[in-house]
């Protein structure tokens, strides 16, 4: 009953009044218990206990308010708690987790007390569950809105691009993959030389020649943690406050892959130095690989495209020459049925009319062509609709280079 007229009274009182009230009140309840208190978003409890790493059950006494959600995406109702006092057994040990939840303007504060029967289990059990929570797993974490998410789906979508489906310009490919598998593999190396373990990469190009597509098969072959920045912007915390969050999640999840892509949208007079100092933390960035893209390098500052020792790798998605494009138009040709195929003369001829053309646009060709060879499905003739579609295509570059509104694809 204490704790249930705790929560109630706690949570009449003004917001900034809550976490110290309820602090004073357990410390007073249980003067021989080690008392944590903590309202960091990594130690979630539930998850840790999903994962049989901990035992935990409602106390009884109390009403315990948890909400239910619906996730349309997945047709499956969820359920997370808000007000609620846990019973948790841990390593042959038992503890009390009390949390509580409330709104700050629109955000929501979740604060958790630890009760122990010392400091010591106290601090072992929170660092335990902080730290497994994380660690990235089969999912990606995505930074936005001044918060990190892990999300399953963006992991899920990558694991489909590789290098085998990717034509780049000559040696491009393999030069990038060769130097991150390289960069992993020699840690030792790094440390018995004193070079700082770090790495900053550059991809730079115009839309659509793949530079995206070579993050995610990165992604996918390094098997190492991935930390991908959406924007730097949020509505409750500065862009340095956020910029400090996101280097420090990749010192903790290191070795890791930060992606920064767009990194001229992400970057602008106001935060730029204070990424530059973050960026520049030799010794705290150990193991960390920074790949940013650009399709704007002439918007960069010079600090950042010019710096050997911030993007010491810089690679150049161009336009698709003939032997690039010749090899995409096989690749996509030989995936299709029989019925839509390409001849030899045809590859040939579509080759020599995509002069100018990017990867992006290339596809475009093929899906767009292969939408309209549905409605009659006549043996042969995608050839003649890919050489009308050409036309089409080459006229909507035109008036997307004169628009400025390039999005790659």
């Not at 892990?150 to 992991?155: E, H, V």
């Not at 991908?228 to 915390?237: C, I, L, Q």
């Not at 903790?252 to 992400?266: F, G, K, R």
């Not at 950042?304 to 003939?322: C, E, T």
Request: aromatic share 12%; hydrophobic share 40%.
């Amino acid at each position: 009953m204490k704790i249930k007229q705790l929560i109630t009274e706690a949570l009449s009182l003004p917001k900034d009044a809550i976490s110290y009230h309820v602090s004073q009140e357990l410390a007073a309840l249980y003067p021989k218990k080690a008392l944590l208190e903590s309202n960091d978003s990594s130690f979630h409890l539930e998850k840790y206990a999903e994962a049989n790493l901990c035992k935990i059950k409602y106390d009884a006494h109390i009403h315990n308010q948890t909400l239910t959600g619906w996730n349309g995406m997945e047709n499956q109702i969820y359920k997370y708690t808000e007000n609620a006092s846990f019973q948790v057994s841990w390593q042959g040990n038992k503890l009390d987790v009390l949390l509580m939840s409330w709104h700050e303007g629109y955000c929501k504060t979740r604060y958790f007390w630890i009760l122990a029967n010392s400091t010591e289990l106290a601090q072992n059990f929170f660092a335990a569950v902080c730290d497994w929570n994380s660690q990235i797993r089969d999912e990606l974490l995505v930074f936005e809105d001044g918060y990190w998410d892990k999300n399953t789906d963006l992991f899920e979508s990558i694991q489909s691009a590789t290098f085998g489906n990717l034509i780049l310009h000559k040696t491009l490919k393999e030069d990038i993959q060769d130097d991150l598998i390289n960069f992993f593999a020699s840690r030792e190396a790094y440390a018995t030389y004193s070079v700082p373990w770090k790495r900053g990469i550059l991809f730079i190009g115009s839309p659509g020649n793949g530079k995206t597509h070579t993050v995610k098969a990165l992604i996918n072959q390094m098997q190492q943690p991935c930390l991908y920045v959406k924007s730097f912007k949020s509505e409750y915390a500065t862009d340095s406050e956020n910029i400090r969050k996101v280097f420090k999640q990749a010192r903790q999840s290191a070795p890791c892959v930060l992606v920064l892509e767009d990194i001229d949208s992400l970057l602008n007079d106001e935060n730029r130095s204070f990424f530059l100092n973050e960026l520049d933390g030799f010794a705290s960035n150990q193991g960390i690989v920074t790949i940013a893209t650009t399709n704007h390098p002439e918007r960069l500052d010079s600090a950042i495209s010019n710096r050997p020792s911030r993007f010491d790798r810089k690679y150049h998605f161009d336009l698709p020459a003939i032997p690039e494009r010749e090899a995409y138009i096989i690749l996509w040709n030989d995936k299709l049925k029989t019925a839509m195929g390409l001849s030899e003369q045809g590859v040939s001829q579509i080759v020599a009319l995509t002069e100018g053309f990017s990867f992006a646009y290339l596809k475009e060709l093929f899906l767009s062509s292969m939408i309209r060879w549905m409605g009659d499905m006549e043996t042969g003739a995608l050839e003649k609709i890919m050489i009308s579609q050409v036309a089409i295509l080459r006229e909507q570059m035109s008036s997307t280079t004169v628009s400025g509104k390039d999005v790659e694809k």
